[in-house]
């Protein structure tokens, strides 16, 4: 079993900054790709950052050139660097990763971070 533990949202002034970071522990051999999903209110839940075993990263639009997405694999941990912040960016974010396994590949989901971004 593989757990997710999330820290670092909170409540900030549009144009600050905040740092999430996301830990995985448990049996583990591998993890794939590593990203962070938000989910505002009444809204579906939409990928903000994606970073694979390699490095490669992808952003959604909305977020590029503000946002970074990083990773610790000795540590097993992802991390999102949210700068200039907008009070659009209000939402919960998850942390969502993917553990290959013998056969297949599993995906796991933190408990989520609300981040809250004041006008």
């Known amino acids: 079993h593989v757990q997710l533990v999330e820290s670092g949202g909170g409540l900030v002034q549009a144009g600050e900054s905040l740092r999430l970071s996301c830990a995985a522990s448990?049996?583990?051999?591998?993890?794939?790709?590593m990203g962070w999903y938000r989910q505002a209110p009444g809204k579906q839940r939409d990928l903000v950052a994606r970073?694979?075993?390699?490095?490669?990263?992808n952003y959604a639009d909305s977020v590029k050139g503000r946002f970074t997405i990083s990773r610790d694999n000795a540590k097993r941990t992802v991390y999102l660097q949210m700068n200039s912040l907008k009070p659009e960016d209000t939402a919960v974010y998850y942390c969502?990763?993917?553990?290959?396994?013998?056969?297949?590949?599993?995906?796991?989901w933190g408990q989520g971070t609300q981040v809250t971004v004041s006008s």
């Open positions: 448990g049996s583990i051999s591998k993890i794939n790709a």
């Open positions: 969502n990763v993917r553990v290959q396994g013998s056969l297949y590949e599993y995906e796991y």
């Open positions: 970073i694979t075993s390699g490095g490669s990263t």
